[in-house]
T-cell receptor
Framework: DAGVIQSPRHEVTEMGQEVTLRCKPISGHDYLFWYRQTMMRGLELLIYFNNNVPIDDSGMPEDRFSAKMPNASFSTLKIQPSEPRDSAVYFCASSLKPGFGGYTFGSGTRLTVV | AQTVTQSQPEMSVQEAETVTLSCTYD???????LFWYKQPPSRQMILVIR??????QNATENRFSVNFQKAAKSFSLKISDSQLGDTAMYFC?????????????FGTGTRLAVRP
């Protein structure tokens, strides 16, 4: 099992540009989570999906953020337009039964908006 | 809403010694799960140990064990025989117990340094 795969690992973009982060969950996991980690705010849940359906998007900071899960093996988190305050590490995680086994996290995408 | 508090921003321990990281949480739920995650410099989040609130027995995974005090809402992590590879950020996390699954709420983390 290759684990949760995120791409890119690092992204540097200019303010105002569109950024797309990608995630491939573990096969068979029907929960997918997007978290953001910053020094100031720690780890924050942005949105999560169950069977490709968004369940809770209350953590999405603004309309500039959007997430999709078109199928069970792929999800994207898009920021348009990006701003310097969006700079953070973005994690994707997947789970079969979150309470039973917790999550498996990807290695994260470090986003820097200049 | 659930909150998780880690009151020790940084800890240090000598290699081969034992260290305990503290975590308290606040919830009105009766059924829930608690977790400790490790984040080494590689930034990968790694599950260390989990505890189900309805189980009185403390969870153990090799050198890692927890002291779960449900009435006190306390969930500390003990690392025995500390190794250099244990150097990392450690996050305590809470999840409500729902059959449909739920989100993790994390504490702010404790940075652990293991000294050679």
């Amino acid at each position: 099992d290759a684990g949760v795969i995120q791409s890119p690992r690092h992204e540097v973009t200019e303010m105002g540009q569109e950024v797309t982060l990608r995630c491939k969950p573990i096969s068979g996991h029907d929960y997918l989570f997007w978290y953001r980690q910053t020094m100031m705010r720690g780890l924050e849940l942005l949105i999560y999906f169950n069977n490709n359906v968004p369940i809770d998007d209350s953590g999405m900071p603004e309309d500039r953020f959007s997430a999709k899960m078109p199928n069970a093996s792929f999800s994207t988190l898009k920021i348009q337009p990006s701003e310097p305050r969006d700079s953070a590490v973005y994690f994707c995680a997947s789970s079969l039964k979150p309470g039973f086994g917790g999550y498996t996290f990807g290695s994260g995408t470090r986003l820097t908006v200049v | 809403a659930q909150t998780v508090t880690q009151s020790q921003p940084e800890m240090s321990v000598q290699e081969a010694e034992t260290v305990t990281l503290s975590c308290t949480y606040d919830t009105s739920e009766s059924n829930y799960y608690l977790f400790w995650y490790k984040q080494p410099p590689s930034r990968q989040m790694i599950l260390v140990i989990r505890q189900e609130a309805y189980k009185q027995q403390n969870a153990t995974e090799n050198r890692f064990s927890v002291n779960f005090q449900k009435a006190a809402k306390s969930f500390s992590l003990k690392i025995s025989d500390s190794q250099l590879g244990d150097t990392a950020m450690y996050f305590c996390a809470f999840m409500r117990g729902k059959s449909s699954g739920d989100k993790l709420t994390f504490g702010t983390g404790t940075r652990l340094a293991v000294r050679p």
